[in-house]
């Protein structure tokens, strides 16, 4: 079983920045492929960002593209969001969510790929 835990989240305002860290519980060889999640109250949850098992490869959903950034920290075996120029709209629970079962290194935006998720932290930007 994985545990994903979230940290980082709070408060500030437009144009600040953030960082939300995603540890994970459990080392292995290979490295999942792993995602940031949002959900806005009202709102569908939405890809943010992934990034693939080797770190090659990142995604992001296009209204965050040049402002956040998804990376690893293999020796805290965590996957961070740095986010920046933070909007009003970027409030939201941030998931992070983990998938073990991929065998390529595409990062894979649809959250039903990905088996674990952590409870989330919440993310507010106030204009």
């Keep these: 079983q994985v545990q994903?835990?979230?940290s980082g989240g709070g408060l500030v305002q437009a144009g600040g920045s953030l960082r939300v860290?995603?540890?994970i519980s459990r080392r292995t060889v290979i490295s999942p492929s792993m995602a940031w999640f949002r959900q806005a109250p009202g709102k569908e949850r939405e890809f943010v960002a992934g990034i693939s098992r080797?770190?090659?490869t990142t995604?992001?959903?296009d209204s965050v593209?040049?402002?956040f950034t998804i990376f690893r920290d293999h020796a805290k075996n965590t996957v961070n969001l740095q986010?920046?120029?933070l909007k009003p709209e970027d409030t939201a629970v941030y998931y992070c969510a983990a998938d073990y079962g991929r065998d390529n290194d595409d990062v894979i935006r649809s959250g039903h790929?990905?088996?674990y998720w952590g409870q989330g932290t919440q993310v507010t930007v106030s204009s």
Aim: hydrophobic share 30%; aromatic share 10%; proline share 0%.
């Design 54 to 56: 080797s770190g090659s």
């Design 59 to 61: 995604a992001y959903v």
């Design 113 to 115: 790929q990905y088996e």
């Design 65 to 67: 593209k040049g402002r």
């Design 83 to 85: 986010m920046n120029s």
């Design 4 to 6: 994903l835990v979230e």
């Design 21 to 23: 860290s995603c540890a």
